[in-house]
């Protein structure tokens, strides 16, 4: 039997949990083994303090211990450099061939800097689809 349904094409898996930031941050690794694609979601919300800067940074793995961060060539939509104001939802898409990809917040900055945001990766295009 085919599958037509979206979910049956797709897992959701959450790097960052949806929080209220106020420093750099480690997303926890997910595993893309079975999946050949994954696109990473970061959802923004408000940003707070006097002029806040977050940093983003998509990072990849092979062991899911030590990430290094993700080669420009091998996103597809780019990932934001800094984020001074939020609502706003960015999409990236992952072209490389590690096993672990996870959202890191490499920097924040302003004065008391806070920034309501989760990071999820979607991956796609599984090897075997659900019965």
Do not use: W
Not at 19 to 27: D, E, F, P, Q, Y
Not at 29 to 37: E, K, N, P, Q, T
Not at 111 to 116: A, N, V
């Amino acid at each position: 039997m085919s599958r037509t349904d979206l979910r049956s094409h797709i897992n959701v898996a959450q790097s960052l949990a949806p929080a209220s930031r106020t420093a750099a941050a480690n997303g926890t690794g997910v595993d893309l083994s079975g999946f050949d694609a994954a696109t990473v979601v970061l959802d923004l919300g408000a940003a707070g303090g006097t002029t806040p800067s977050f940093t983003f940074e998509v990072q990849e793995s092979n062991d899911n211990a030590s990430f290094t961060a993700v080669a420009a060539a091998d996103l597809d939509g780019g990932q934001p450099a800094a984020v001074t104001a939020g609502a706003a939802v960015v999409e990236i898409g992952y072209r490389g061939i590690r096993r672990y990809l996870r959202v890191a917040i490499t920097a924040a900055s302003g004065t008391s800097p806070t920034l309501l945001c989760s990071a999820t990766i979607v991956r796609g295009k599984p090897r075997k689809l659900p019965s």
